[in-house]
Nanobody
Framework: QVQLVESGGGLVQAGGSLRLSCAAS????????MGWYRRAPGKQRELVAN????????NYVDSVKGRFTISRDNAKNTVYLQMNSLNPEDTAVYYC?????????WGQGTQVIVSS
């Protein structure tokens, strides 16, 4: 069983930055493809970014490219999401995901609110 704990959410003004962290309680963190998802009010959950097991490859949804950066520290069992130039459309609950086919684990989510 993998437990994921997100932190770093909060209220920020448009144009500001936040850094989300997700700490994983797992024996071999590097086995897992890690991702950040978000669910905005009234919308379906969407993939924001993911990062390969080694950290060598990343993917982003178009709306955050150039503003968000995903990274991981396999020695600390942690994945990060640096969010810059935030806008109100980024308001959502952000969830961390750990995936190792067919297993998929989710954190409880952290709220991000961007005020205009």
């Amino acid at each position: 069983q993998v437990q994921l704990v997100e932190s770093g959410g909060g209220l920020v003004q448009a144009g500001g930055s936040l850094r989300l962290s997700c700490a994983a309680s797992v024996t071999i963190f590097s086995r897992y493809l890690m991702g950040w998802y978000r669910r905005a009010p009234g919308k379906q959950r969407e993939l924001v970014a993911n990062i390969a097991r080694s950290g060598g490859s990343t993917n982003y949804v178009d709306s955050v490219k150039g503003r968000f950066t995903i990274s991981r520290d396999n020695a600390k069992n942690t994945v990060y999401l640096q969010m810059n130039s935030l806008n109100p459309e980024d308001t959502a609950v952000y969830y961390c995901n750990a995936y190792d086919n067919p297993q998929s684990y989710w954190g409880q989510g952290t709220q991000v609110i961007v005020s205009s």
